[in-house]
């Protein structure tokens, strides 16, 4: 068989679903091959929209996503995400073509070091460059994506490998198991955990797998201690519960923050440097014993006292049967800051001004959306609302980014949430500057006769960096553009635009376009006005509740 054959079976045995992206010339082969596959290839209108689709089926089946592009600038355009796959912990792979390696009568056009390029973004780079390797390339390419911690991993074929002869051969996929957790470091945790007084536990992106949700939800049953979480750790225990205090949104000076400085022990369980910081250590802090599937990573504000490495789940059962409620523990402080930390997020959600504040916006979408329903985030200011604001019932109910914090991916993530939960409604925050960076998405979207919602939410500026600007007391500058009419562009790819005017048609709209099928856009206008005066100014003036 030819090469490329040999290259789809190999993802056909690895449960290759689907394959997103752009071919080009040096793709045909494998795209002929691609033609006779069980597997579905989802033609995009950027290489971007591509990977961050691709990405976002790693973070939610924990299979790598498989993208594919042509050599040259359509490699580059996979830089981006590469880059959020493996600073996201998400397993992809991205396929790239090549022109011949063995003759070739086109000089150096189009060619530049594709490889060379994604060594630092990647786990693994190889260039195939012989057709009976490709079996063994692949499934070391897949072993090495979800290997933890997951990430991107990047294989090139070129189009003369692609032609050639082989022998059919594939290798067995064999499931790993992750090694349990040594138990010296079992029992020095449960001691340091049983000595605290007022222990707190962290829930953060590493934990964002169904059976460590579980695991944690136990724990915290039948232990009672507290916990939050970091933004990409909403949602793995049902933020309802009791125990829950709130997410950290920000890394030091919000309200919740009163709570982890008061606190003697954090059990921090699926956290590392590379998500935004929940909150500092320093010297005479809490203590924090680091529960992951590897070590800590060490930096000037993460210096954990005891590393527990192993399986997530399987640590968190053991702690769990190792220990019983302490009656020394006190955590009434800690549900004070909880209220207090309520009443002041509840302080502006029923604001019916418009054009609306964000804290109404994800009032009115957690209301209106049911329990199952996903929230997709793109990069910008409204995602800290979001993180300290929207509850969430389940994990990975909110996608959001905390580790490249791209903008551009919101939309594409959502899309591929729907492809995969086809009966769960799904909704696309966006800015208006986030949107436009992969708005080509749409026609996508509508092609694939999703149901999906998106909402922009318009103030035509990048608000984060304003935000930022004026935080550090500069003028605003630099930061404000014009945008189309997001109603007729998004008519013109067959969608349903729609552009609210006040703050109950918005809740109307967004009821209406949940239960209608197609893509439907909402142009929703926001009023950032107030984002400084609360995150900036009235943050640093807070004082903890005695």
Same mark, same amino acid.
């Given at each position: 068989?030819?090469?490329?054959?040999?290259?789809?079976?190999?993802?056909?045995?690895?449960?290759?679903?689907?394959?997103?992206?752009?071919?080009?010339?040096?793709?045909?082969?494998?795209?002929?091959?691609?033609?006779?596959?069980?597997?579905?290839?989802?033609?995009?209108?950027?290489?971007?929209?591509?990977?961050?689709?691709?990405?976002?089926?790693?973070?939610?089946?924990?299979?790598?996503?498989?993208?594919?592009?042509?050599?040259?600038?359509?490699?580059?355009?996979?830089?981006?995400?590469?880059?959020?796959?493996?600073?996201?912990?998400?397993?992809?792979?991205?396929?790239?073509?090549?022109?011949?390696?063995?003759?070739?009568?086109?000089?150096?056009?189009?060619?530049?070091?594709?490889?060379?390029?994604?060594?630092?973004?990647?786990?693994?780079?190889?260039?195939?460059?012989?057709?009976?390797?490709?079996?063994?390339?692949?499934?070391?390419?897949?072993?090495?994506?979800?290997?933890?911690?997951?990430?991107?991993?990047?294989?090139?074929?070129?189009?003369?490998?692609?032609?050639?002869?082989?022998?059919?051969?594939?290798?067995?996929?064999?499931?790993?198991?992750?090694?349990?957790?040594?138990?010296?470091?079992?029992?020095?945790?449960?001691?340091?955990?049983?000595?605290?007084?007022?222990?707190?536990?962290?829930?953060?992106?590493?934990?964002?797998?169904?059976?460590?949700?579980?695991?944690?939800?136990?724990?915290?049953?039948?232990?009672?201690?507290?916990?939050?979480?970091?933004?990409?750790?909403?949602?793995?225990?049902?933020?309802?519960?009791? #125990? *829950? +205090?709130?997410?950290?949104?920000? !890394?030091?000076?919000?309200?919740?923050?009163? %709570?982890?400085?008061? $606190?003697? =022990?954090?059990?921090?369980?699926?956290?590392?440097?590379?998500?935004?910081?929940?909150?500092?250590?320093?010297?005479?802090?809490?203590?924090?014993?680091?529960?992951?599937?590897?070590?800590?990573?060490?930096?000037?504000?993460?210096?954990?006292?005891?590393?527990?490495?192993?399986?997530?789940?399987?640590?968190?059962?053991?702690?769990?049967?190792?220990?019983?409620?302490?009656?020394?523990?006190?955590?009434?402080?800690?549900?004070?800051?909880?209220?207090?930390?309520?009443?002041?997020?509840?302080?502006?959600?029923?604001?019916?001004?418009?054009?609306?504040?964000?804290?109404?916006?994800?009032?009115?979408?957690?209301?209106?959306?049911?329990?199952?329903?996903?929230?997709?985030?793109?990069?910008?200011?409204?995602?800290?609302?979001?993180?300290? #604001? *929207? +509850?969430?019932?389940?994990?990975? !109910?909110?996608?959001?980014?905390?580790?490249? %914090?791209?903008?551009? $991916?919101? =939309?594409?993530?959502?899309?591929?949430?729907?492809?995969?939960?086809?009966?769960?409604?799904?909704?696309?925050?966006?800015?208006?500057?986030?949107?436009?960076?992969?708005?080509?998405?749409?026609?996508?979207?509508?092609?694939?006769?999703?149901?999906?919602?998106?909402?922009?939410?318009?103030?035509?500026?990048?608000?984060?960096?304003?935000?930022?600007?004026?935080?550090?007391?500069?003028?605003?500058?630099?930061?404000?553009?014009?945008?189309?009419?997001?109603?007729?562009?998004?008519?013109?790819?067959?969608?349903?635009?729609?552009?609210?005017?006040?703050?109950?048609?918005?809740?109307?709209?967004?009821?209406?376009?949940?239960?209608?099928?197609?893509?439907?856009?909402?142009?929703?206008?926001?009023?950032?006005?107030?984002?400084?005066?609360?995150?900036?100014?009235?943050?640093?003036?807070?004082?903890?509740?005695?």
């Amino acid at each position: 068989m030819k090469a490329s054959d040999l290259f789809v079976k190999a993802l056909e045995n690895e449960g290759v679903e689907f394959i997103f992206g752009i071919p080009g010339e040096e793709n045909l082969d494998f795209l002929n091959s691609l033609q006779h596959s069980s597997i579905k290839l989802i033609l995009t209108r950027h290489e971007q929209g591509a990977g961050f689709m691709a990405a976002t089926y790693g973070r939610l089946t924990g299979k790598p996503g498989v993208c594919l592009s042509t050599l040259g600038p359509g490699a580059t355009n996979l830089v981006t995400p590469a880059a959020y796959a493996q600073l996201g912990g998400m397993p992809m792979l991205m396929i790239t073509g090549q022109k011949p390696i063995k003759t070739s009568k086109q000089g150096q056009f189009q060619i530049i070091d594709v490889v060379s390029m994604m060594h630092p973004i990647t786990k693994y780079t190889k260039q195939v460059v012989h057709g009976n390797n490709i079996s063994g390339i692949v499934r070391e390419a897949f072993r090495i994506a979800m290997d933890e911690r997951p990430g991107a991993v990047h294989i090139e074929l070129p189009e003369d490998i692609a032609a050639e002869e082989v022998h059919d051969h594939l290798f067995t996929v064999a499931r790993i198991r992750r090694p349990d957790a040594d138990n010296h470091a079992i029992k020095d945790a449960v001691d340091m955990i049983k000595a605290a007084k007022m222990p707190l536990l962290l829930v953060a992106a590493g934990a964002n797998r169904k059976r460590a949700s579980k695991a944690l939800t136990k724990f915290i049953e039948k232990t009672g201690i507290p916990f939050f979480n970091t933004q990409m750790g909403k949602g793995v225990i049902d933020e309802r519960h009791y #125990n *829950y +205090l709130g997410t950290a949104a920000l !890394s030091d000076n919000d309200f919740l923050h009163c %709570a982890i400085d008061r $606190a003697d =022990l954090i059990i921090n369980v699926g956290h590392d440097v590379i998500e935004k910081p929940p909150f500092f250590m320093k010297d005479g802090g809490p203590k924090v014993i680091h529960v992951n599937f590897s070590p800590a990573q060490i930096d000037q504000v993460y210096f954990p006292q005891l590393d527990v490495v192993g399986d997530i789940a399987t640590t968190v059962n053991r702690l769990r049967d190792a220990l019983a409620r302490q009656p020394h523990w006190d955590f009434t402080y800690f549900y004070r800051v909880k209220d207090e930390v309520r009443y002041r997020l509840s302080k502006y959600s029923e604001d019916q001004r418009f054009p609306v504040l964000p804290q109404s916006a994800v009032k009115i979408i957690r209301e209106e959306l049911n329990e199952e329903g996903i929230v997709t985030l793109d990069n910008g200011i409204y995602k800290v609302w979001f993180a300290r #604001n *929207y +509850l969430c019932y389940e994990n990975n !109910s909110l996608l959001l980014d905390n580790a490249l %914090a791209t903008m551009g $991916a919101g =939309l594409p993530s959502a899309m591929m949430a729907k492809l995969i939960n086809p009966d769960r409604k799904v909704v696309s925050v966006c800015g208006d500057g986030g949107f436009m960076m992969n708005s080509q998405e749409m026609e996508t979207a509508v092609r694939l006769k999703l149901d999906l919602v998106v909402i922009i939410l318009n103030d035509n500026a990048y608000g984060m960096i304003k935000w930022k600007q004026q935080g550090m007391g500069f003028e605003s500058f630099g930061l404000d553009y014009a945008n189309p009419d997001f109603v007729k562009y998004a008519e013109s790819y067959g969608a349903t635009g729609h552009r609210p005017a006040s703050h109950e048609e918005f809740k109307e709209t967004l009821k209406l376009a949940l239960n209608s099928k197609g893509v439907h856009l909402i142009d929703l206008a926001v009023d950032y006005s107030l984002n400084h005066v609360i995150l900036n100014q009235s943050l640093k003036e807070k004082i903890c509740i005695l």
